[in-house]
């Protein structure tokens, strides 16, 4: 076993078969013991839950290989939770998490060779994921499920440095009042797609949704929280039930109050006191950060102080302490950091 040769500074943000993933099966009221297997590919009655009603849920995290050659991830028992969370919410039956964690364990050890180099700017994305795998034709829960991991390794989010993007204000709405906007689903996802497609069409990199009751506040993009910096150099972030809770936020959160000094406010924030923000930033596990430069809503330009050029720099500081920690170059607080290897 070596590591893969692969170029993994340029190996882009693609899916990429690796050699083993995890699979265990729910039936007859309990999971069933997992294993790892080389098969890529899933088979299912025609007729299975998911197939028809769209019965999923999934997960996304990361491994990382830190300066001193360990194999770790990151908060991975916040994404065990959440997972369980999204699943009592479709009527699935919640993987436990202990068991979620070794799963992942387990994968990403089995292909070790996959994990990108400290340094590489890669890393390699963790995919948990779970669906109804029996036959439902009248509406109702499925009787089974298949709880999965697959790992794939992705390079760096930013090739070249982080350019500020430009996102619009989608007239689409993502996520429903007392919906299923806070739970991660794939569902989520399908009906974004048209809203995302022609948002692109149109010249822009990501949706900004507003909260579908009033159209006041802002919420979320298609798949990243939003993270506002006043003009004091504080944090400000949007509060609403809508909101996937993400955990680059919650982590962003705790890193700008306890290792930089900030203040942190989570409160409903309206579309129009936007203007007033210094900076702004996605926050989610493929980009950490993503800084945005403009927000377009409808022909009129909300344009932030730090420009199309480069990162804010406040933003900068929470990316690269959060990073610090991911990577074991800033000491992580208790409990963030598990390593695999
Ligand atoms: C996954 C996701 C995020 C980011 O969550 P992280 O836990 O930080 O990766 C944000 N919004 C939506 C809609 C998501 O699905």
């Not at 990199?205 to 910096?229: C, H, K, M, Q, S």
Request: with cysteine.
């Amino acid at each position: 076993m070596a590591k893969k040769d692969l170029d993994w500074a340029n190996i882009g943000f693609g899916y990429r078969t690796t050699e083993f993933r995890y699979v265990a099966n729910y039936k007859d009221g309990q999971w069933q013991d997992g294993f790892l297997t080389e098969d890529a590919n899933v088979t299912v009655n025609e007729c299975a839950g998911i197939l028809q009603y769209c019965q999923e849920v999934f997960e996304g995290l990361k491994a990382y290989t830190t300066k001193d050659g360990h194999i770790v991830t990151f908060r991975p028992d916040l994404n065990a939770t959440r997972m369980m969370d999204s699943a009592l919410r479709l009527e699935m039956p919640p993987f436990p998490a202990e068991r979620f964690l070794e799963a992942i364990d387990e994968v990403v050890k089995a292909n070790a060779d996959w994990v990108p180099p400290y340094g590489s700017g890669a890393t390699l994305y963790i995919r948990p994921y779970m669906f109804a795998s029996s036959p439902v034709i009248g509406v109702k829960p499925a009787q089974e499920y298949q709880f999965r991991v697959f790992v794939t390794p992705v390079g760096p989010y930013f090739k070249g440095g982080a350019k500020p993007l430009t996102l619009c204000v989608s007239d689409f709405d993502r996520a429903a009042p007392n919906g299923t906007g806070h739970v991660k689903a794939g569902l989520n996802y399908a009906m974004s797609l048209h809203a995302n497609v022609t948002a692109h069409a149109n010249g822009y990199d990501e949706n900004v949704f507003l909260d579908p009751a009033t159209r006041t506040y802002v919420e979320e993009t298609g798949g990243a929280n939003f993270i506002f910096i006043d003009k004091e150099g504080n944090l400000v972030t949007p509060k609403s039930e809508s909101i996937l809770p993400s955990i680059t936020r919650r982590s962003l959160l705790y890193v700008a109050e306890h290792y930089l000094g900030m203040k942190v406010t989570e409160r409903p924030v309206r579309l129009d006191e936007l203007e007033n923000f210094a900076e702004c930033g996605l926050c989610g596990t493929a980009a950490v950060i993503s800084p945005v430069g403009k927000i377009v809503d409808h022909g009129k330009d909300i344009c932030f102080p730090s420009g199309m050029d480069a990162m804010g720099p406040v933003t900068q500081k929470l990316y690269d302490t959060l990073t610090g920690i991911q990577m074991g170059t800033i000491e992580a607080p208790e409990g963030w950091i598990r390593k695999i290897m």
